[in-house]
């Protein structure tokens, strides 16, 4: 069974960046599509960034040019970076993976392994 670990997340003032990082057991991330969530209170969960795992990502529309999305293989982690962070960026963040190569979707519905969550608060 996979196991999926989030860090790195906390409290910043608008503007700021935090990058967070979700470590995977065994060597899982080079061979799947892997993605970050979140979920704000209220709210529904939505997709931030998916990446294949030959590489092609996508963002949604909110994130697009602040936040960053790669994987290092070798430590079979996947890192979320994200930049000018807003106080609507606040959230629990969760990293997911789709027991395929290819996400094709940034719909929590088409993942099958989450992790606990990180959460994220920006303050104005």
């Known amino acids: 069974q996979v196991h999926l670990a989030e860090s790195g997340g906390g409290s910043v003032q608008a503007g700021g960046s935090l990058r967070l990082s979700c470590a995977a057991s065994?060597?899982?991330?080079?061979?799947?599509?892997m993605g970050w969530f979140r979920q704000a209170p209220g709210k529904e969960r939505e997709g931030v960034a998916t990446?294949?795992?030959?590489?092609?990502?996508r963002y949604a529309d909110s994130v697009k040019g602040r936040f960053t999305i790669a994987r290092d293989n070798a430590k079979n982690t996947v890192y979320l970076q994200m930049n000018s962070l807003k106080p609507e960026d606040s959230a629990m963040y969760f990293c997911?993976?789709?027991?395929?190569?290819?996400?094709?979707?940034?719909?929590?519905?088409?993942?099958?392994?989450w992790g606990q969550g990180t959460q994220v608060t920006v303050s104005s």
């Open positions: 997911a993976a789709r027991l395929e190569n290819s996400c094709y979707s940034d719909s929590s519905a088409f993942f099958h392994i």
């Open positions: 065994g060597s899982f991330v080079s061979t799947h599509c």
């Open positions: 990446a294949d795992s030959d590489g092609p990502t």
